[in-house]
C-alpha cells in the first residue's frame, strides 16, 4: 500500500469515527497531519485550522514525546497524564454514550530515526497498558525506515504489540 492510499484510508476511518459522533486525535509528524487534514476537509469536515472542528485534535508528534520522554525511554506517570488528559477529552466532546477516541500516531518515527528502539516497544507496552479498558482506539504508523538494519528485530516485537498489522510504504 502506498503512503497515498494509506493517508486515504485513514482519512475514510477518520470520517467514520467523526461521524459516529467520536473524539479523534492525530499525535503525528508534520506530513501526515497535513495529509490527513487535507483529506478529511475534502470529504467535508472543517479540520486543521485554530478553533475549528472540536472532535478533531491534532498534536505534533515531537511536542508529544517531549512531554513524556525522560531519559530516553517514556515515564509512565506523564504518559499517563496524558492517558488521562485525552479520555477527558474524549469526555467532554464526543456524542452519546458509547463513544470512544480513535487515535492514530506516528511518534515511533522520531524515536526510530533516532535508532531508539527499546523506546518504541517500551511506548508501545506501556501505552496499551495505560489504555486497556478506555474506550480508545489507537492505530500506530510506522514509515518503513523505522525497520532498518540498526533496529533488527523491531519487526517482530512491533507485530507482538499488537493485535493487528498491515503494510503500507512511506507512512
Known amino acids: 500500500m502506498t503512503w497515498s492510499r494509506f493517508s486515504t ?25 497535513e ?9 467535508g469536515w472543517e479540520v486543521g485550522a ?23 525511554l517514556s515515564d509512565a506517570d506523564l504518559l499517563g497524564k496524558i492517558a488521562a488528559e485525552l479520555d477527558q477529552y474524549r469526555l467532554a466532546v464526543a456524542e452519546g454514550p458509547a463513544s470512544r477516541l480513535t ?16 523506546a518504541v516497544i517500551a ?17 500506530c504508523g510506522y514509515s518503513t525506515s523505522c525497520f532498518h538494519d540498526r533496529l533488527s528485530g523491531l519487526w517482530s516485537e512491533t507485530c507482538d504489540e499488537h493485535w493487528a498489522a498491515s503494510h503500507a510504504t512511506d507512512v
Open 123 to 139: 511506548l508501545e507496552r506501556l501505552w496499551n497498558t495505560l489504555t486497556h479498558g478506555l474506550p480508545f482506539l489507537t492505530l
Open 9 to 33: 484510508a485513514l482519512a475514510a476511518f477518520f470520517d467514520l469515527a467523526l461521524r459516529r459522533g467520536d473524539a479523534t486525535c492525530v499525535i503525528a509528524t508534520e506530513d501526515v497531519r
Open 103 to 118: 487515535i492514530f500516531g506516528n511518534m515511533v518515527v522520531p524515536l526510530s530515526t533516532a535508532g531508539n528502539a527499546e
Open 50 to 72: 485554530p478553533h475549528t472542528y472540536e472532535r478533531y485534535l491534532v498534536i505534533d508528534a515531537a511536542e508529544a514525546l517531549n512531554r513524556f520522554i525522560r531519559e530516553g
Open 35 to 43: 495529509g490527513l487534514g487535507r483529506r478529511l476537509r475534502a470529504r
